[in-house]
Antibody, heavy 118, light 106 residues
Framework: EMQLVESGGGLVHPGGSRRLSCAAS????????MYWVRQAPGKGLEWISV????????FYADSVKGRFTISRDDSKDTLFLQMNSLRAEDTAVYYC???????????WGQGTMVTVSS | AIQMTQSPSSLSASVGDTVTITCRAS??????LGWYQQKPGKAPKLLIS???TLQTGVPSRFSGSGSGTEFTLTIGSLQPEDSAIYYC????????FGQGTKVEIK
């Protein structure tokens, strides 16, 4: 079965750090561009980061640039998001995803909640 | 950055009605647009890829059209299970989601 499973969410104090992981299975992870998308409570979807294949060129939304780092370990079929200098406005459900807008192959994890609060 | 303007923000319709949701891009995105359905507590589900390609297993009452800067999602013969929030997503240059349309059943 093809799936993405996120982990690492939880309660973090403002200014703190958190590392999210996303374990892929059932498909050839290394072949695909991967994304992190978040959704604040009661709000819409927000793209925050993308990482290319083989070499891992990455890009970030302005809202997280300089604070978040995306990475991947293709040997372990795992995507990561290192989040530093967290703010209250980073509180959201974080999804890892392989997006299928272009090729129809679309997969999302179940999401992991990150709450930034003192 | 490409902006996506989605309308309406919400709508209420009866079972059997046809509803239309529109997304306008701030620049030409060719056909690099998808439509997603999200139900409470769930990850989004891709309904339409490449502006008009219906995903396997998605009911045929869903259809997408458009290219360039104007795109439409149509739900024909609305069903109770179609109550959800719908988002467009452009994939031409990085990603931009539309603001979402909440579809309610009267």
């Amino acid at each position: 079965e093809m799936q993405l499973v996120e982990s690492g969410g939880g309660l973090v104090h403002p200014g703190g750090s958190r590392r999210l992981s996303c374990a892929a299975s059932g498909f050839t992870f290394s072949r695909y561009v991967m994304y992190w998308v978040r959704q604040a409570p009661g709000k819409g979807l927000e793209w925050i980061s993308v990482i290319r294949t083989a070499g891992g060129e990455s890009f970030y939304a302005d809202s997280v640039k300089g604070r978040f780092t995306i990475s991947r370990d293709d040997s372990k079929d795992t995507l990561f998001l290192q989040m530093n200098s967290l703010r209250a406005e980073d509180t959201a459900v974080y999804y890892c995803a392989k997006l299928g807008v272009r090729d129809g192959f679309d997969m999302w994890g179940q999401g992991t909640m990150v709450t930034v609060s003192s | 950055a490409i902006q996506m303007t989605q309308s309406p923000s919400s709508l209420s319709a009866s079972v059997g009605d046809t509803v239309t949701i529109t997304c306008r891009a701030s620049q030409d995105i060719r056909s690099f647009l998808g439509w997603y359905q999200q139900k409470p507590g769930k990850a989004p589900k891709l309904l339409i890829s490449s502006a008009s390609t219906l995903q396997t297993g998605v009911p045929s009452r869903f259809s997408g059209s458009g290219s360039g800067t104007e795109f439409t999602l149509t739900i024909g013969s609305l069903q109770p299970e179609d109550s959800a929030i719908y988002y467009c997503l452009q994939d031409f240059s990085f990603l931009t989601f539309g603001q979402g349309t909440k579809v309610e059943i009267k």
